[in-house]
């Protein structure tokens, strides 16, 4: 088993910036791809970023493109979410995964962490 753990949630103005990190304990996520995905309140959960397993590839949604990067230390088997330019609407709760199976579907899910931002 994965167990995936977020933090650095919080509330934030709009425009600023917010880093989320996901850190695996159990079997390792090194040898797989990561990602980050979001829920806001009444809407489904939507991808947001992914990355490969050796950090060389990362793919974006088109409405987080250019304002968040996805990085990851396999060293210290966790993945980050560096969000940039933040808006009202990127709030959300927001939850990492492990062990990615096709372009949307992961194997393994944290609890998620919430950002709030404010307009």
């Known amino acids: 088993q994965v167990h995936l753990v977020e933090s650095g949630g919080g509330l934030v103005q709009a425009g600023g910036s917010l880093r989320l990190s996901c850190a695996a304990a159990g079997r390792t996520c090194s040898n797989y791809a990561m990602g980050w995905f979001r829920q806001a309140p009444g809407k489904e959960r939507e991808f947001v970023a992914a990355i490969n397993w050796s950090g060389g590839s990362a793919d974006y949604a088109d409405s987080v493109k250019g304002r968040f990067t996805i990085s990851r230390d396999n060293a210290k088997t966790t993945v980050y979410l560096q969000m940039s330019s933040l808006k009202p609407e990127d709030t959300a709760v927001y939850s990492c995964?492990?062990?990615?199976?096709?372009?949307?579907?992961?194997?393994?899910w944290g609890q998620g962490t919430q950002v709030t931002v404010s307009s």
């Open positions: 995964a492990c062990r990615r199976t096709s372009l949307r579907n992961f194997v393994y």
